[in-house]
């Protein structure tokens, strides 16, 4: 629903939510990349961001953020990924009101208290719910696993026991 929202709000929002949501980037990874960190990578379209501590890593973009992301550049080749109106780097006050007013329309019951780093629970849980296991702490860039633990809001779900992976596997 919220995607939904966000791209009948416009280009620029659709592209900034799907990355966040699709690739699981933080609020500052994405509002501090340009244009120019664009790439492509033996096949993947890639982005290179700085993550905490200055640390530069590239990422894969999921191809539905890409796909955005071109629509919304159109031929623009420099400056900030997410610029305003005028060229300069979107912030991120503007993030949490897009976010707030997307919320407003799709998850009313979450309007007042989303937050943009929720994006990126989303992001490890649903990961985790696909079956993606190690990979989710690389993904997000976390210097300890624990920390990838905590943001999987469904870790004690029956649903997702290994149980039932090992079940499946021996028989």
Request: no cysteine.
């Given at each position: 629903?919220?995607?939904?929202a966000a791209s009948a709000h416009g280009v620029r929002?659709?592209?900034?939510?799907?990355?966040?949501?699709?690739?699981?980037?933080?609020?500052?990874?994405?509002?501090?990349?340009?244009?120019?960190?664009?790439?492509?990578?033996?096949?993947?379209?890639?982005?290179?961001?700085?993550?905490?501590?200055?640390?530069?890593?590239?990422?894969?973009?999921?191809?539905?953020?890409?796909?955005?992301?071109?629509?919304?550049?159109?031929?623009?080749?420099?400056?900030?990924?997410?610029?305003?109106?005028?060229?300069?780097?979107?912030?991120?006050?503007?993030?949490?009101?897009?976010?707030?007013?997307?919320a407003a329309i799709a998850v009313p019951s979450k309007?007042?208290?989303?937050?943009?780093?929720?994006?990126?629970?989303?992001?490890?849980?649903?990961?985790?719910?696909?079956?993606?296991?190690?990979?989710?702490?690389?993904?997000?860039?976390?210097?300890?696993?624990?920390?990838?633990?905590?943001?999987?809001?469904?870790?004690?779900?029956?649903?997702?026991?290994?149980?039932?992976?090992?079940?499946?596997?021996?028989?």
């Open positions: 629903m919220l995607l939904e929002t659709n592209a900034l939510i799907l990355l966040l949501a699709m690739n699981g980037l933080r609020i500052s990874e994405a509002l501090g990349a340009d244009v120019a960190d664009l790439d492509t990578e033996r096949e993947h379209r890639v982005l290179r961001i700085t993550r905490k501590g200055g640390k530069r890593a590239t990422v894969p973009l999921a191809p539905r953020a890409a796909a955005a992301i071109d629509d919304y550049l159109g031929d623009r080749a420099d400056g900030p990924l997410f610029a305003t109106a005028s060229g300069g780097r979107l912030d991120q006050a503007v993030l949490w009101w897009l976010l707030r007013r997307l309007a007042g208290t989303i937050h943009p780093h929720d994006l990126r629970h989303s992001f490890v849980t649903l990961s985790l719910d696909a079956g993606v296991s190690r990979d989710v702490h690389d993904a997000v860039g976390h210097a300890d696993p624990r920390m990838t633990r905590r943001y999987d809001r469904a870790r004690y779900s029956l649903d997702r026991h290994p149980t039932y992976l090992l079940a499946g596997f021996v028989r």
